[in-house]
């Protein structure tokens, strides 16, 4: 009982379809997280992440799909000292889209100075099954002038960072 496509009283026009291989890929189309290479004095604690087209739920929500590293003692990104962050991950419900997450550190920490890499993993995939173009987005954190970024120890006078503070006019 289908009507051939050329009926036009579908009422539909101007339809493309196209196999799931011919489509383009899901991309990370932005984060909230310090513009990529740049260098910040902010208090990343939670971020955003926003891709071009859902993704699937299961795969977006599963923290190993997500990585974020810093730099370790010696400084440089990409090699066997990198430190790794605890990630959660869970889909932000505005529009049930699925197009976006929120990744929080584990256990409330604040990134400190430092240099990170945050990635995405091959295990993303979008909701038509195919993986999602890898992501890499390098920035660099450091303590504001004046100030400190709070670390979790800091909750109590004992682990409290100093403030200088400078008395004007002297």
Do not use: C, K, M
């Amino acid at each position: 009982n289908l009507q051939d496509i050329s009926d036009e009283s579908w009422g539909l026009d101007n339809v493309l379809i196209r196999t799931t291989a011919a489509s383009v890929a899901t991309t990370i189309s932005s984060t909230t997280l310090p513009f990529p290479n740049s260098t910040q004095s902010v208090a990343v604690d939670r971020f955003v992440v926003s891709a071009t087209r859902p993704l699937q739920t299961a795969s977006a929500t599963n923290a190993s799909n997500w990585s974020l590293r810093s730099a370790g003692p010696n400084g440089i990104l990409g090699d066997s000292d990198d430190v790794a962050i605890g990630l959660t991950a869970s889909l932000i419900p505005a529009f049930n889209t699925a197009r976006s997450v929120q990744l929080n550190l584990i256990n409330g920490a604040t990134l400190q100075p430092a240099r990170y890499r945050f990635a995405t993993t091959a295990g993303l995939l979008g909701t038509n099954g195919t993986p999602v173009t890898t992501y890499t987005q390098d920035f660099t954190l450091v303590h504001p002038t004046p100030g400190r970024l709070e670390a979790l120890s800091s909750d109590t006078i004992i682990g409290a960072s100093d403030l200088g503070l400078i008395e004007t006019p002297s």
